[in-house]
């Protein structure tokens, strides 16, 4: 096969970018190798330093491995005559001269966001079409028309992005890194300062912007991010495996990402509470209940207690815990940090009670005495009662669990709340933790704070202890003459014998009191107050990117608008709305939004770029046929693309016994819930399938959607939404 010599040339120079990539993987390596190798000799601070380094040099490795695929994809020739490559990361030769630059760079701007109108240096911009390591294919945007006298049969276009956007779906999103648009383009590279809204329809990019937005962020914000990280918070553990390899694709894998339900350490929950509940638990209502409930395990007795220590009988007087109580509560310190003072404040008054009435009793008792009585009396059982009862320590989820199961206490805190609504929380102490639940979790841990005080002793240890070890990290790095390679931060992550071992991303993942340097919320819409509140304590310096469609909401708690939505983080917020809808065909599109329209619901009106062959396709069919019908429509599209991806979309209700069907038929094709992502059939709810999307979707009984919860339509819109290429409806009854 004949080729051009334009093609032959990129792919001549595309070969030396990828044997410069493989000889950094080998460079590296031998560092790796030799790190490893390497005799320390036998103090911990030796060993850790290695340790540090292997640490560093691996991850350098992943990055490299994981950048293999499309490696460069662009090129721009600037008016000068010079060209630049644009690619994943920024390749240097052996003389330190670029050769490919990083797709983030103030310099590639211009590939993204040259026009005609407005070159912005640029003659003209290059896409590279790969396969493996070889150019297959090149498309050529001339800006300068002197450019056209010469050969133009490569002039395509839009021809990648459209290739892109027709691609069959794998079951896992892929970066748009070689075709973002000029729309895109400007929100990714938005300052990182401050709230930052992307509000737009589906198929419009909303993700993919967010996550090349962190991508960004963390490449030009390094020193920032790097010890504090970027939290990227989605909807549902399956959102999270479907985006899962984006950010590795873009040379970027020290990001945490979490769905709503695992925002809490130590508890990772995917139940969802009945709608009323969910609605009740996630207003913000229930910040102020959990503080009065804290508030509430802080009593002073109504009367004198009688406290027996080692034969002698003491008093303990309701103005010693009350004194006690308001010095410790002045502090304004968590429920379980002030209880230390509030304790040292009984045992000191107790102590000199008892060393007098031991006095009292003809015994000396000298100063260096007084240690001792403070260890009898901490020890007394009486006591310790005492002082429990005044002022319980207490665990979040004890806490939240003695809430629900305890409806007295409940209606204590809850004067002006229904019987009505109270019942809406009562469960047993032993019923797990919810999606709901997890903010009221860590409300609750908010103000109850560190259960044993001895946390508190080790996090100051270890702060010290990180900043010797930068001290020597910077050490370490001079004497090893790899300056400017390796960061003292990173490196000091490994040292110490206190050190906190593991990337940021694993640390900052198991700490609850982390604060994150940016966090990036997907379908920001279904958020309710409470969870607002979380993320607003894991970002203080409210720097976030939030990106959503509020027509697409379908959770109980969430608001009608963003000013409302975002009422618990922040008042202050900067909206760019995104208006071309990149991925659903024009027929698709009209049809979901003609829906929308008729039931009422606001939506963000898009620009579809493509039609599809395939018309919208919906079949009625008696009740007693739908699931039959159902699978039949399954496997006719499968007649027409065996290699994509479908998914069955079903109110709840028919998940069982369609799941049941659709086995049966295809076998081991069927995939179910969040393990669905893998398989080429998908059987979701309208919920699930939140945030994806598949070469085809088949929608079963819509209307029972539409009216199943409060948001159905919102529910039945994101349905419709999903399809790249076809849309199949198939109900008992035409659409409402």
Known sequence: MTISPE???ERDYVSTLYARLDALRVETQEQLDAVRASNVGGTHQNRSERDSFARIYTDRMAQLNEVDERLAFGRLELQGGQTRYIGRIGLRDLDQQPILLDWRVPQASAFYQATAATPLGARARRHLTSKGREVTRIEDEIFDTELLEGDTSELQ???????????????????????????????IRSDLAGVLVVQGGPGTGKTAVALHRAAFLLYSHRERLRSTGVLIVGPSPSFLQYIEAVLPSLGETGVVLASVGQLYPGVDTTIEDLPDVAALKGSARMADIIAKGVKSRQQVPSGVQVLEVNGEKLRLEPRVVATAMAAAQHTRKPHNVARQQFQKSVLTSLTKQLAEQLKSHGNTVDEDDYSWLREDLRASYDVRVALNTAWLPLTPEKFIQDMYAR?????????????????????????????????????????????????????RERKQQRKRDIENAEAAIHNMGVEGLVNAEDLAAGFGETAVRGTTAERAAADRSWTYGHIVVDEAQELSPMQWRVLRRRCPLRSFTI????????AAAAAPNWREALRSLTTDFRLEELTVNYRTPAQITEAAEAMAVAHGLPITSSRAVRDSEWPVDTLIVDPDDLLSAAVDVADEDREID?????????PPRLLDALYTQLESKFGLQVGRGTQALGSPIALLTPQESKGLEFDA?????????????????GALYVAMTRPTQRLHMVGSSPLA
Do not use: C, H, Y
């Not at 065996?642 to 079903?650: E, H, K, N, Q, Y």
């Open 407 to 459: 409806p007295n206490w409940l209606a204590t805190l809850t004067p002006r709340w229904t019987d009505e609504e109270r019942a809406l929380l009562r469960r047993d102490r032993d019923a797990p933790f919810t999606i709901s639940d997890i903010p009221l979790l860590d409300e609750a841990a908010e103000l109850l704070g560190e259960f044993d005080a001895k946390n508190d002793a080790e996090k």
């Open 157 to 187: 276009g839009e021809g990648a992005l459209l290739a892109a956007l027709r691609a069959e779906r794998t079951g896992r999103m892929s970066d748009i890194v070689a075709t973002i648009q000029a729309e895109q383009d400007r929100i």
């Open 547 to 554: 990106v959503g469609d509020v027509a697409q909401a379908s």
């Open 7 to 9: 093609l032959a040339r």
């Open 697 to 713: 979707v088949v929608i079963v009984e819509p209307n029972e959607i539409i009216t199943g919860s409060a948001r159905g339509v």
């Open 642 to 650: 065996s290699r994509g991806t479908l998914a069955v979309i079903v």
